[in-house]
């Protein structure tokens, strides 16, 4: 089975910290994918990846940062937290495609900032 | 934006089937029909994807129109675990998922 694992599944920090949010995948998947969900907003993309040290702006990325030094992991940096960053964020990972293979997910960590 | 229009929510009785539809009436030849849910704050969950053909495995079936304009998918036996939002995604060729808002199926005893 595809795992994709979230270093927290809660998370509270105070405004103006930096916050890492970590994501692991263990199927040497290419592409990695950072999501934000909202209440009424739904899904939101944020950065992706399509190979190490690559990096892709999604639909929100002001605010964040990412990085991608290892194939397995991608990290979602916050520069200085602010409360309108209190949401569930989600890691998906999945093979290079072109457009025909699935992403998974992991089990999200809900940040809160304070 | 999402290219999908799928009803806000819908029931379902336990035990029968539940057929969630789903347009995607602006679909191109390349893109192909996925099918996520998510269960109450888990992450999505991947159900099936498909092009053209009718797919089945061992969560669901995917029914795809012959003009690919629609598609329903079929729990055949829904139970209440099945409760969840299921998300219906054209994904265009080599890029994201881009999420809608999803049908949140309840599904009562």
């Known amino acids: 089975d595809v795992k994709v694992t979230q270093s927290s599944r809660y998370l509270v920090k105070r405004t103006g910290e930096k916050v890492f949010l970590e994501c692991v995948q263990d199927m040497d998947h290419e592409n990695m994918f950072w999501y934000r969900q909202d209440p009424g907003l739904g899904l939101r993309l944020i950065y992706f990846?399509?190979?190490?040290?690559?990096?892709e702006k999604g639909d929100i990325p002001e605010g964040y940062s990412v990085s991608r030094e290892k194939k397995e992991r991608f990290s979602l940096i916050l520069e200085s937290a602010s409360t309108n960053q209190t949401s569930m964020y989600l890691c998906a990972s999945s093979l290079k495609s072109q457009g025909r293979t699935e992403a998974f997910f992991g089990q999200g960590t809900r940040l809160t900032v304070v | 934006d999402a290219k999908t229009t799928q009803p806000t929510s819908m029931d379902c009785a336990e035990g029968r089937a539940a057929n969630l539809p789903c347009n995607h009436s602006t679909i191109s030849g390349n893109e192909y029909v996925y099918w996520y849910r998510q269960i109450h704050s888990q992450g999505p969950q991947y159900i099936i994807h498909g092009l053209k053909n009718n797919e089945t495995n061992e969560m669901a079936s995917l029914i795809i129109t012959e003009d690919r304009k629609s598609s329903t998918l079929i729990l055949p036996h829904a139970t209440l675990r099945d409760t969840a939002v299921y998300y219906c995604?054209?994904?265009?060729?080599?890029?994201?998922?881009?999420f809608g808002p999803g049908t949140r199926l309840s599904v009562l005893p």
């Open positions: 990846s399509y190979d190490v040290k690559m990096k």
């Open positions: 995604i054209v994904r265009p060729y080599g890029q994201n998922f881009v």
